[in-house]
C-alpha cells in the first residue's frame, strides 16, 4: 500500500492553515507543526500535519530506541510523534522519581492516514486511496470561527516558591564552583488543577501573542501539547545533521527601537549568554563527534541574535556529516537530551536536575517533529509550551534558563517569570473568538 499525494493551489495561506488545524484537531491523534512563516536557515515545511493513525509505535524508556528504529524500517512512510525526556534513562541509565500528570509516553510515534503539508501557494494530501478531493474540500468549507466560551479564570501556582528557587540556584552554583559541571538547566513548574480549557483556542491565542518557528499543536487521545518552541533540536538532510542551540534571553522593549536594539547588543555581549552557548555548542560539538565523518563537525554561526515578538535569542548552528550506516535510533541515542536543557556534563547534570527539580519533565524538555520517508527528520526543542491531560484537568508550563558561575539567580528568577509571561497572560485573559486570532 502506497501513500498517493496530490496538490491543490490556494489563494488564502492563513486562512487555509486555520481551516487545516481546526479540521486537523477534531482527529484523537493529531500533529501539527507550524512554522509561522520565519523562513529561518534550514527551513523545512509552513506546516505539516498528520491526523489518524494506521500505525503506532509508544514505548517506555528501557528499548524504546530500538522499538522506535524497527517501527521506522518497518513503515518507510511519514512517521509523526515525540521523545520526551525521560529517554534521558534508557540513553544514560538514570531513574525518574517525580510524579507526572500530564502522562505524554516516553515515546510515541504514528503513521497518520493523512499527511498534510501546507505551503505559500498549495496544500499537498497524502492518502493512501483517492479521497484526495473529499479532503480537499472539506477542509476549504472548515469554518474555523469558534463559538464563544467561557472558562473560569485559572489560578495559576508556582511548583517551587521564589525563595526556594533562589536557595536551589545558589545550591547548583555550589556544584558549579565544585567542579561537578559548568552549567545547568534548572526549571520550575508552573501549574493549575482542576482546570477546563479549550486546546485550540488556547493554542491559537498563544500564537497570536508569540508565533515561533517550531510551534506544534500536538494531540494524543486526552493529552495535548500547546508548543510555542523557537528553537530546532535536530535536523537531518542525507548524510548531514544540524543542530541550532539556544542560550541566551533578552526580553524585547517593543514600544522603543532604540531601546530594544540596545537590548539586542546587550544581549550579543553578555559574558553570561556567551560562556553559556560555548558550552552547550561545545556539548552539541562533542554528541556529533561520536557519529559523524572525522573533520566534518563544526560551528556554522556563533552567537547570533534572534529576535522573537517578545525576546531577543541567542542561537548558534553546529554541523557535521554523518558516518556510513549510522541509524536513526544512534543518533538519537547520541544527541537526547538536547544539551540546551541539560548542561555539561551531560550525566551529571541530569543527575542534579533529578535531585533540585521538583516535577517530572515528561515532554517538557523533549523534541516532537516528523521522519520522512526518505529517512530525513527535523525535530524541535519542547520549551514554552502547555501540556494538558483533559482527564485530570491538570495543565502544566514549565520554564527554565541556564545556571553558570556568572549567574545572578534573580536574574535567572526573572528569565523564568519572562518566558511564562505569555502563556500565563493568554491564560489568564478571557477566551478570544477563534477569528479574531489569525
Keep these: 500500500m502506497k501513500r498517493i499525494f496530490r496538490t491543490f493551489p490556494i489563494k488564502e495561506f492563513r486562512k487555509t492553515r486555520l481551516q487545516m488545524l481546526s479540521w486537523a484537531s477534531q482527529f484523537n491523534i493529531c500533529s501539527f507543526l507550524d512554522n509561522h512563516q520565519y523562513h529561518l536557515p534550514g527551513h523545512s515545511y509552513e506546516c505539516l500535519a498528520g491526523v489518524g493513525m494506521i500505525h503506532k ?51 510515541f510515534f504514528f503513521v497518520p492516514e493523512i499527511v498534510l503539508i501546507l505551503k505559500e501557494n498549495q496544500i499537498s494530501i497524502g492518502v493512501f486511496d483517492h479521497s484526495h478531493e473529499t479532503i480537499f474540500e472539506t477542509i476549504s468549507s472548515c469554518d474555523y470561527n469558534l463559538p464563544d466560551k467561557k472558562f473560569h479564570t485559572p489560578i495559576i501556582k508556582n511548583r517551587i516558591s521564589r525563595e526556594k528557587y533562589l536557595e536551589t540556584i545558589n545550591a547548583l552554583q555550589y556544584h558549579i564552583r565544585r567542579g561537578d559541571c559548568y552549567e545547568i538547566n534548572f526549571c520550575q513548574e508552573f501549574y493549575a488543577d482542576e482546570i477546563e480549557i ?34 530546532r533540536f535536530l535536523k537531518k538532510t542525507g548524510p548531514q545533521i544540524i543542530s541550532q542551540p539556544m542560550k541566551g534571553t533578552w526580553k524585547r522593549n517593543t514600544k522603543d527601537e532604540v531601546l530594544d536594539e540596545i537590548n539586542r547588543k546587550n544581549l550579543q555581549e553578555s559574558k553570561k549568554d556567551r560562556s553559556e552557548n560555548v558550552m552547550v555548542v561545545d556539548l552539541v560539538r562533542n554528541d556529533f563527534s561520536r557519529i559523524c565523518k572525522e573533520g566534518s563537525v563544526h560551528v556554522e554561526e556563533m552567537f547570533s541574535i534572534q529576535t522573537f515578538p517578545l525576546v531577543h535569542q541567542m542561537v548558534s548552528t553546529v554541523k557535521g556529516i554523518l558516518s556510513d550506516d549510522i541509524t536513526m535510533d544512534q543518533l538519537i541515542r547520541a544527541c537526547f537530551p538536547m544539551g540546551s536543557m541539560t548542561g555539561a556534563p ?63 539567580p534573580e536574574k535567572e528568577y526573572e528569565e523564568c517569570l519572562l518566558k511564562a509571561k505569555a502563556i500565563k497572560k493568554v491564560l489568564e485573559q478571557s477566551p478570544t473568538p477563534h477569528k479574531n486570532l489569525s
Design 198 to 231: 479549550d486546546p485550540l483556542r488556547l493554542y491559537l491565542g498563544l500564537s497570536a501573542v508569540s508565533p515561533s518557528p517550531f510551534s506544534a499543536y500536538y494531540k494524543i487521545d486526552d493529552k495535548w501539547l500547546l508548543c510555542l518552541s523557537p528553537e
Design 346 to 408: 551531560k550525566k551529571r547534570v541530569m543527575e542534579l536536575i533529578e535531585e533540585f527539580e521538583e516535577s517530572r519533565r515528561g515532554l517538557f524538555s523533549g523534541a516532537v517533529g516528523y521522519v520522512a520517508p526518505n529517512g530525513d527528520c527535523d525535530f524541535n526543542v519542547v520549551i514554552r509550551s502547555v501540556l494538558y491531560n483533559s482527564s485530570n484537568k491538570y495543565l502544566s508550563f514549565p520554564a527554565g534558563s541556564g545556571i553558570t558561575h556568572f549567574s545572578d
Design 57 to 107: 509505535i509508544e514505548a517506555s524508556a528501557g528499548n524504546a530506541l530500538r522499538k522506535f528504529q524497527e517501527f521506522v524500517n518497518a513503515n518507510r512512510d511519514w512517521c509523526l510523534g515525540h521523545f520526551a525526556y525521560d529517554l534521558k534513562n534508557e540513553i544514560e541509565d538514570l531513574h525518574s522519581h517525580h510524579s507526572d500528570f500530564i502522562q505524554f509516553p516516553d515515546l
